[in-house]
């Protein structure tokens, strides 16, 4: 049988209009589908959230530069490191971009006029060193960053709590939370705005590392806990029905009230949160990483007000 290869999507933010759209042309004629930006910030909120091959940034963006976009990249947990960013410049032989562009984490530096199959060969050895990566990291059960379990850790935690539920006829359930960093309203300069981003991101983070501790400290002993990625967590809790799931959610969101710094608005964080609760497993016929889904689908439909915790339910989405 012969192996379909999935396709490769990179991401080309260059306000340029002859050299991002050649560029997008040579990709696309080497089977690869392109997302082209003009912004550095539209290509920071893209990196964030889609599962990208490879980022190409111009040096050169207006609102926000290649430059500062990878460097705003660098530490930031929702993006996926592994991905290869490649900063390009227009100005031939530029030493100084090349040096910052290396120092904020780019994979590789390329100035006009760019050698286009020394390029793709580049390219085509950093997608395939990031994908052994991936198969290497699928295998871990632990994630190093958080100390949490991976979501292979997770699922194989789900297979041993659904087989004792099964057995034993009690309730399951499995919550989803994300955080939310919320930062105090006020209109930005030009000249400010691109340090908002960066502080933002760090922000992000620290909600992360809080919401983190709050689990530890609120899950019970028989709870398991996971980082599933993109800033998003999931709690397996057996013998435990969707009243169960709502108030361990409320608790939650209590302690994590409590950990917010009182300072300063700027920097307090908030759930998102959704979970799947299963009364009768044996005779529901769910399958542990279903049920799993069925979390990650409802949270990624609750919508939660500011100051107000809402969490929500998978059934309330499948009766719609």
């Not at 490769?8 to 080497?30: H, M, P, Q, T, Y």
Request: aromatic share 6%; proline share 4%.
């Amino acid at each position: 049988m012969v192996e379909l290869q999935k396709t490769r999507l990179v991401l080309i933010a260059s306000d340029g209009e002859w050299e991002g759209r050649s560029l997008e042309s040579v990709f696309e004629l080497n089977g690869y589908s392109v997302i082209r930006v003009e912004r550095g910030r539209r290509a920071l909120e893209l990196a964030r959230r889609t599962p990208l091959d490879a980022l190409f940034l111009d040096a050169g963006l207006a609102d926000m530069g290649g430059v500062e976009v990878c460097r705003a990249l660098r530490d930031d947990p929702l993006f996926d490191h592994a991905t290869p960013i490649v900063i390009t410049s227009s100005v031939p032989g530029a030493h100084r971009v090349a040096t910052a562009a290396f120092a904020a984490g780019a994979w590789e530096y390329c100035s006009q006029p760019i050698e286009v199959e020394t390029l793709l060969l580049k390219l085509g050895t950093f997608i395939r060193a990031r994908r052994a990566l991936r198969d290497a990291e699928a295998g871990l059960l632990i994630d190093p960053s958080t100390g949490l379990f991976t979501s292979s850790g997770l699922v194989q935690w789900a297979k041993q709590l659904s087989a004792r539920a099964v057995r034993k006829r009690e309730p399951i359930a499995c919550v989803a939370v994300m955080p939310q960093a919320m930062t105090e309203s006020r209109v930005w300069s030009s000249g400010e705005h691109a340090s908002q981003e960066i502080t933002n991101e760090i922000l992000n983070h620290d909600a992360l590392a809080r919401v983190v501790d709050v689990c530890r400290e609120e899950a019970r002993r028989s709870d398991v806990i996971g980082y599933l990625g993109q800033s998003r967590l999931g709690i397996l809790a057996p013998d435990t029905d969707a009243e169960g799931a709502e108030m361990f959610v409320g608790r939650l969101t209590r302690a994590l009230e409590k950990a917010s710094p009182a300072d300063s608005v700027r920097s307090k964080a908030y759930l998102h949160a959704g979970y799947c609760a299963i009364a009768d497993l044996s005779s529901a016929g769910v399958e542990p990483t279903e049920m799993l889904r069925r979390a990650e689908i409802a949270l990624e439909h609750a919508q939660v007000p500011l100051y107000e915790h809402v969490a929500l339910n998978f059934d309330s989405i499948a009766a719609e």
